[in-house]
């Protein structure tokens, strides 16, 4: 419920700007998103540091959150033998004063765990502000619409 309640407030407190603006924004956003997705499948913690603010969060579908440093310890004890992030939709949404956005987006990961494909579709809501003129992921909430493991 608290974290509706934040997309609620980011969502109300958005309004719309320029089309070009708005594309260039979404764009910035959606590199930012990618490079995440680097991170995680590259086990890159010190990428981790640069994208994302120090009281980063991460919830996961279980609901469990994450601080940064456990989400770095999560990805480099990961025992995937590859793990490959494929970015299906993104839109995102920037407040007027273009401090904070947040992202809606689907995803795809294929990890591959003793020798077997395990591919997980997820929605992915991310809430960014803005620190020093730089983008910076604050939020990351996954929601995970399938599954497929092999049997």
Request: proline share 1%; net charge neutral; glycine share 4%.
């Amino acid at each position: 419920m608290r974290l509706c309640m934040v997309h609620l407030g980011v969502a109300i407190a958005c309004a719309a700007l320029g089309a070009a603006q708005k594309e260039d924004l979404n764009a910035q956003l959606k590199d930012l998103a990618k490079k995440r997705y680097t991170a995680f499948s590259q086990k890159d913690t010190a990428a981790l540091n640069r994208i994302c603010v120090n009281d980063f969060k991460l919830i996961t579908p279980a609901g469990i959150e994450y601080d940064l440093q456990a989400t770095k310890a999560r990805i480099e004890e990961a025992t995937a033998q590859s793990r490959f992030f494929t970015l299906v939709s993104f839109q995102a949404y920037v407040a007027d004063d273009e401090s904070m956005a947040f992202s809606v987006s689907e995803a795809r990961e294929e990890s591959v765990i003793e020798n077997k494909t395990i591919v997980s579709d997820y929605l992915v809501t991310e809430v960014y502000v803005k620190r020093k003129g730089h983008w910076k992921i604050q939020l990351l909430h996954l929601s995970q619409k399938t599954c497929n493991f092999p049997g």
